[in-house]
Structure formats: structure tokens, C-alpha cells
């Protein structure tokens, strides 16, 4: 009889406006998924030249991290599924033990008995693994002497080794939990076929996104506003927020002891969630560049120290926080038009992408002295885009100041100026929370591109190190399932593939 093996994968993020405002349910925030992605394998433990396979037992394995290796037991009594860490393990994972405890918890109250005893009959093997832009690779880099460039980072094997402990790791702010988690629990359920993501169902994609937002909200002990996790599942998209007070019920009532009650809440046929999802995607020619900033933030205390300023001044705040969500919602919408545009004039828009792409954002109005209507309205749209959003970085420079919270560090407004110096540069930013960690531009051309890293590269005051990673075609959950332990040759990812089956 073959045996299966489940792969599940989630795209990082990048939330690219509404930080901090996305955190209220009056205000959206527009994240773009990336085509750096979290896997999950999930195999019968005989299959692996690492697992000891015997009944019950889970071990699970982050080759990327030093000390990543983790066994469970899994106890079935009629209905009631429980797990046990082992104590023998030199170090927790309270991310991934929550997702298999919960996860298995669950499938107990929906699926037989027998079936998960048939599954776990001789053990399971749990792979996860992250693309290396999750994690910044300077420690790889000065170990192969290769200077800090995109060029090295190509050089680099697929899932690299951190060469560090998982709690001392840098994350380079790609949402690296929320995938994780996100991947983890849709494989769990796929592997014991209590979910099927191949026909495309709108409620098992939302059971298993409102099971990966309990989890991810548990681990981190706070219902957090949720996009990473909404990325994960649904790939770029507008967001708004559900109503926190839907988890945190159950999340102070020792939710393991009540999985009937728990299954009504995260069951969208029994609960109703609120949280609000609109399909995004960035025009043709538009092109996300992230980099990773060795100075480092903490986003809690970041937005911890935010949303103090806006409780102590709720008038100063609040005002400024609808003007910056307006700005948000107009970026947003000239986007949208701007994608609309390119399906209604290909060819104009072609031309006009081409001719901004020669020359730097803020000479742009000289372009429409120079083209016919259909190519001026397309300048036109571009403008306005780089206006508006340079009146969205305005707003987050006076957050900066008000809350005295670095938003949009000076040394960041300095950087992303310059990058707005090379011709093609539409947008440069702070994603999510802003601070320290990232930086994201939007270029039209691969000479743009060149001239931003070269920027990157020849900048004095932080170290700016790219990704590879950029916006994502895929987007959302993607699930394989092999019927023998290798691919096919004609499988999607079969390189990525590959090497997880043989990590």
C-alpha cells in the first residue's frame, strides 16, 4: 500500500499600507503576499532516515536551526486526542506544539478514531522549512566571503542553514510564524483527510484559516489584527480585521478543555467572522524589492508605544489616523485602476511604463507634454500614485513625531529618498509596524531594480541587506500530495520539492 506524503505550503507578507490601523476594525491595510514560502511535510516516520517510527509518535524537525528537533506522543481516548512533549528534547516550540495539540484535538471531534490511529500507526515525520528570505543570511554570506548582494544570496542552497538556535535568529519580518503556523495546520488536517484543498471550498479554506488565527493568536497570548495569517491563506488581498472578541473568549477559557465549543466558533457554517477580504493584485511591470535592515525593531513595543500615544492623546491620534487611512484607501484604489488600465490599454500602457521607467518619479509631469491621451492618463495615474503615497509616509513621519515612536526613522527617510532618486521607482517605504527592520520599493523596470540595489549597497548609515523574494503569482495555501515519496517530474515546485523530501 503507498504511502502519502502532504506538503503544504503559505507565502510570507509584506504589508505594504495601514500599518498600525489595520490593527481597527475601521481601517484596511493592503498586504501583498511574496513567492518566499513556508513548507510543511508531513510523512509516515518509515519514510525517514531521521524519525524512529512507532506508533503515536510525532517528531518534528526544523533542519534550518541548530537544537530543532521535536517528539511528541499522541494519547487517544474515544474522542479526546491529547499530546505530550517529550521531555528528553534540549528545547520547546511552543508555536509548533500548540498547532499539533490543537489541530489533533480537533480532528478528534471530526473525524473517527480509528482513522487518526490508522495515520499515526507507525509515527509521523513533520519537515518544516522556510525560504531563506525569511532569515537573514549574512551569517552564510561572511562564512562563503561573499559581499552583501543579490548575486551572492542566488548562490546559496534552497533552506540553508541559520547556523543559530531558533529563539536567537533574525527574522527579517516576512511573517515568518503566521506561514509556519498557517502551513503546519492546513497540512495536519489535509494529511488526515479532514480537509481537501483541491476543489477549492470557501469554507474549509475558512475553517482552516480561522484555525491557524486561534493558534497563531494562542502562541503569541494576544488576538493580534491577523493579516499575516489572512496573507497565508488567501495570498495579496485589502483586509480588514475581525472582531477580536471572537477569540478572546476562548482563549481565556482554556480552550483545549471545551474543543466542541471551540469547533462552533472556528466552524464558519456555526459562526459568522467578520474579517473582510479583497483580491489584490500589483499592475504588470510593477515589481515589489524588499531588503532587510541590520539594525532590528521590536514590533510589540513599536506598536505597544503607538497605540499609548493614541489612548493618552485620542484626539491628536485619531484625527491623524482617519487623514492616513483615507491616503491608505486612495493608494489602494489608484492601484486598482492602474491594474484595470493595463487590461484596457495594453499596448498604451506598455509605452508608458517604458518612458517612466527612464526617469526619476518626480520628473514625471514633464512626460505629459510628450505622449497622447491614452499614454497621459496611464503618467497621470503613476503620479498620483507616487504623490499619494509620499502623503502616506508624511503621515507615518508625523506619527514618528507625535508618538515619539520611530515609525519612519530618519536614517529610513533618508534611504528611501534616495531610492526615489533612480528612474522607475514608483513607491518606497516601511512595511507593517516600520522601524528598523525592512524596507520595500515598487519599480517598473530591472535597470530600476539594479539602481535601487545599487543604492542599497553604497548606503552608509544601516546595513541594507536585499531579498530575493517578490510579490507572488501563486499567492495563498498550495497543497501537493504524493502518492510515493517523490514528485513527479511535472509537479509544480519540483526543485523546492525535492530538496524537502530529501532534508
Not at 26 to 46: E, H, K, M, Q, W
Amino acid at each position: 500500500m503507498p504511502s502519502n506524503t502532504t506538503i503544504v505550503s503559505a507565502p510570507g507578507k509584506v504589508l505594504l499600507a495601514g500599518g498600525y490601523l489595520v490593527l481597527d476594525p475601521a481601517f484596511s491595510g493592503l498586504v501583498v503576499a511574496t513567492d518566499a514560502r513556508f513548507y510543511t511535510l508531513i510523512r509516515p516516520a518509515n519514510l525517514s532516515k531521521e524519525a524512529t517510527s512507532s506508533p503515536s509518535k510525532i517528531t518534528v524537525r526544523s533542519p534550518q536551526f541548530e537544537n530543532a528537533t521535536w517528539n511528541y506522543l499522541v494519547d487517544i481516548k474515544d474522542k479526546d486526542v491529547q499530546l505530550s512533549p517529550s521531555a528528553q528534547d534540549e528545547s520547546k516550540n511552543t508555536f509548533v506544539e500548540l498547532a499539533l495539540a490543537y489541530s489533533l484535538a480537533i480532528l478528534g471531534h471530526l473525524i473517527p478514531v480509528e482513522n487518526i490511529n490508522k495515520t499515526l500507526d507507525t509515527g509521523l515525520e513533520i519537515v518544516i522549512a522556510g525560504n531563506n528570505d525569511f532569515y537573514s543570511q549574512r551569517k552564510e554570506l561572511e562564512n562563503c566571503n561573499l559581499p552583501l548582494n543579490s548575486d551572492s544570496l542566488r548562490r546559496i542552497p534552497l533552506f540553508t542553514s541559520t547556523h543559530t538556535t531558533l529563539s536567537k535568529v533574525h527574522k527579517t519580518g516576512l511573517g515568518s510564524s503566521a506561514a509556519l503556523i498557517t502551513s503546519l495546520v492546513s497540512a495536519i488536517f489535509i494529511h488526515f483527510k479532514a480537509a481537501d484543498l483541491t476543489n477549492q471550498d470557501p469554507t474549509t479554506t475558512a475553517f482552516l484559516h480561522n484555525t491557524a488565527q486561534f493558534i497563531h493568536c494562542l502562541a503569541q497570548g494576544k488576538v493580534g489584527s491577523g493579516f499575516d495569517v489572512s496573507s497565508a491563506v488567501w495570498g495579496s488581498h485589502t483586509y480588514r480585521r475581525f472582531s477580536p472578541e471572537l477569540l478572546q473568549e476562548i482563549m481565556h477559557n482554556e480552550a483545549r478543555n471545551q474543543i466542541p465549543t471551540l469547533l462552533k466558533v472556528l466552524d464558519p457554517k456555526q459562526t459568522a467572522w467578520d474579517n473582510r477580504v479583497a483580491s489584490f493584485q500589483l499592475a504588470p511591470q510593477l515589481h515589489l524589492m524588499l531588503a532587510d535592515i541590520d539594525a532590528g525593531s521590536h514590533t510589540p513595543t513599536l506598536v505597544s508605544n503607538v497605540l499609548k500615544w493614541r489612548k493618552n492623546k485620542p484626539e491628536e491620534a485619531n484625527g491623524l489616523w482617519t487623514q492616513l487611512g483615507k491616503a491608505n484607501d486612495t493608494v489602494v484604489e489608484l492601484l486598482k485602476k492602474l491594474d484595470q488600465t493595463s487590461k484596457d490599454a495594453p499596448v498604451e500602457y506598455d509605452l508608458a511604463i517604458h518612458k517612466a521607467s527612464a526617469m526619476p518619479a518626480a520628473e514625471w509631469e514633464s512626460l505629459l507634454k510628450q505622449t497622447i491621451k491614452e499614454k497621459s492618463a496611464i503618467i497621470e495615474l503613476l503620479i498620483q500614485i507616487y504623490n499619494e503615497f509620499q502623503t502616506v509616509r508624511q503621515y507615518l513621519r508625523q506619527m514618528s513625531q507625535l508618538s515619539e515612536v520611530p515609525v519612519e526613522p530618519e536614517e529610513q527617510t533618508r534611504l528611501l529618498d534616495a531610492c526615489l532618486t533612480i528612474p522607475g521607482v514608483l513607491m518606497a517605504g516601511v512595511p507593517g509596524a516600520g522601524g528598523f527592520d525592512a524596507i520595500f520599493c515598487i519599480v517598473l523596470s530591472d535597470e530600476s531594480r539594479k539602481g535601487v540595489e545599487n543604492v542599497w549597497s553604497n548606503f552608509k548609515e544601516m546595513s541594507v541587506g536585499p531579498l530575493l523574494c517578490t510579490e507572488s503569482i501563486e499567492g495563498g495555501l498550495v497543497a501537493e500530495l504524493y502518492q510515493d515519496a517523490e514528485p513527479s517530474s511535472g509537479c509544480s515546485n519540483f526543485t523546492v520539492v525535492k530538496r524537502l523530501i530529501d532534508l
